[in-house]
Nanobody
Framework: QALLEESGGGSVQVGGSLTLSCEASGWRYTRKRMGWFRQAPGKEREAVAVIYSGSNSDIFYADSVKGRFTISLDNAKNAVYLQMNSLTLEDTATYSC???????????????????WGQGTQVTVSS
């Protein structure tokens, strides 16, 4: 059973930066996808960024974070990171790490079909 542990959340002012980290233990696949989802109070959980392992290392971002967030994967550490720059008030949410291995049963931006989830880490952006 995979265990995903996130770290790096916190409070930051508008325009600031944070880096989230997520390490997976008890689960190791050469082929995998790992990603970040977020949920703000009163809103549905949404995909933020997803990365697929492999030679292509396909990466997907939500339109709202393109150009500001960068996802990366460290296969050796079985970890995924999310560098978040130019944070806005709308980025305030609980961010959760997710992991999956083939066969994938959902699109990158659909939260069902991801079997492994972290407990979530809070990101609060203030003015």
């Amino acid at each position: 059973q995979a265990l995903l542990e996130e770290s790096g959340g916190g409070s930051v002012q508008v325009g600031g930066s944070l880096t989230l980290s997520c390490e997976a233990s008890g689960w190791r696949y050469t082929r995998k996808r790992m990603g970040w989802f977020r949920q703000a109070p009163g809103k549905e959980r949404e995909a933020v960024a997803v990365i697929y392992s492999g030679s292509n290392s396909d990466i997907f971002y939500a339109d709202s974070v393109k150009g500001r967030f960068t996802i990366s994967l460290d296969n050796a550490k079985n970890a995924v990171y999310l560098q978040m720059n130019s944070l806005t008030l709308e980025d305030t949410a609980t961010y959760s790490c997710a992991a999956d291995d083939p066969p994938y049963t959902s699109n990158w931006d659909q939260d069902y079909g991801w079997p492994y989830w972290g407990q979530g880490t809070q990101v609060t952006v203030s003015s």
